[in-house]
């Protein structure tokens, strides 16, 4: 039954048994928590409503501000906090992500309100990959690779993937084998490896960047692919065949370096040389022409005398290159033969002794002047008559 229903007693739920009506006093109920608390402290309860009472009262109520707010700031210091040079500080508000800080000193709101997890963000992280693979020409290679990474996202690495470190296994184990499944042997143990450790370092990066697993792949390092021990023999010969094959392309394309512009250079002085021969011939060719014409002009001009020129030089041109001479007397039957050529040749030897001086030096000889005297003199006597 309720306190103010009829046949309740009148009772009042604030202990008042009287007739009056509302809540108590508050000074009242003040007085006694007061009482309360200073008898906990070890101060004396006051019974009455004396001064000594008030006095002792305002005296705990001071004391327990105090301690209090001794209390409060000691709360408040514990959410100053510091994040190192290598590391990112992950705020959370009742367990839930509110915000990263960087170095320095910060403040939130301390426990149980909001709390912070540090995360190095400069510690590097290694594993080693090693398996067999199969290649797209369909040969086994064992590969082995080093992958180095660190955290670029604090808030991703923590909360957007339950193990990064294994997800960035998983997904170097499955880029690995698509890529050496799309390339062949010898671009593997070849010139390849370099190119393939790009790839692979690329195609991790963008799935650890669709998982969201703050992770960044910092290098990917591919150690030199070998066969099987099975077939290790085989691979080395097969290697050792391609090396001498590429030794032996270099030797050909030194030597056709070195032949070609020869090559070349001794086909451009045979065309020069084709040119200059054309052009002198040519040359040559048009002179006589023209020299042809100006006689026959001057032919036209004056038979007679051009024709008899033209004799006399021919015959002076062919009789000029002959040594023996044929003199016709007047008045007698005889013909007399002159030995020009012997009388040649012995001017020519005195002429060669005479022009050898006694420090061996040759001096300009005179022999063509002697040789062609006696066939002007002929041809002198000869036009005379």
Not at 120 to 149: G, P, R, W
Not at 207 to 235: H, I
């Amino acid at each position: 039954m309720a306190w103010n229903e009829p046949g309740g007693g009148n009772r009042d739920p604030w202990g008042n048994k009287g007739g009056e009506q509302g809540p108590p006093d508050l000074d009242e109920v003040v007085r006694k928590l007061q009482d309360k608390l200073g008898g906990f402290f070890g101060g004396r309860r006051s019974g009455g409503t004396g001064g000594g009472g008030g006095s002792a009262g305002g005296f705990n109520a001071r004391l327990i501000g105090i301690i209090g707010g001794i209390l409060l700031a000691i709360w408040l210091a514990t959410g100053i906090y510091i994040v190192g040079p290598a590391e990112r500080g992950v705020e959370l508000r009742f367990g839930a992500y509110t915000t990263t800080t960087g170095p320095g000193p910060h403040w939130h709101i301390p426990y149980p309100v909001e709390s912070v997890v540090k995360v190095n963000v400069d510690e590097v992280s290694t594993f080693t990959h090693q398996a067999a693979m199969l290649t797209k020409d369909e040969n086994i290679v064992e590969l082995e690779l080093t992958v180095q990474s660190r955290i670029q996202d604090a808030a991703d690495f923590l909360f957007q993937d339950q193990d990064p470190n294994k997800t960035l296994r998983d997904a170097t184990e499955t880029v690995v084998r698509t890529t050496i499944g799309a390339s062949r042997l010898d671009f593997i143990l070849t010139e390849g490896r370099g190119a393939i450790a790009v790839q692979i370092q690329e195609r991790v990066q963008d799935l650890m960047n669709g998982y969201r697993t703050g992770l960044l792949v910092t290098s990917v390092n591919m150690q030199p692919a070998r066969p099987p021990e099975q077939v290790k023999d085989a691979f080395d010969d097969a290697i050792k065949a391609r090396e001498d094959k590429e030794r032996i392309e270099n030797t050909a394309e030194a030597y056709a370096n070195e032949i070609l512009p020869k090559a070349r250079g001794e086909a451009a002085r045979i065309v020069a040389d084709a040119k200059a021969y054309r052009d002198r011939v040519v040359a040559e060719a048009e002179g006589q022409t023209a020299r042809f014409l100006a006689v026959l002009t001057e032919y036209r001009k004056a038979p007679d005398v051009t024709r008899e020129r033209l004799y006399l030089e021919t015959m002076q041109e062919v009789l000029g290159r002959s040594s023996k001479v044929v003199v016709d007397v007047a008045d007698g039957d005889s013909v007399m033969y002159l030995p020009l050529d012997q009388l040649l040749r012995q001017s020519r030897d005195k002429a060669a002794s005479a022009s050898t001086s006694s420090d061996g030096q040759v001096q300009p000889s005179v022999q063509g002047t002697s040789a062609l005297t006696p066939s002007r003199a002929v041809n002198r006597e000869r036009s005379v008559r």
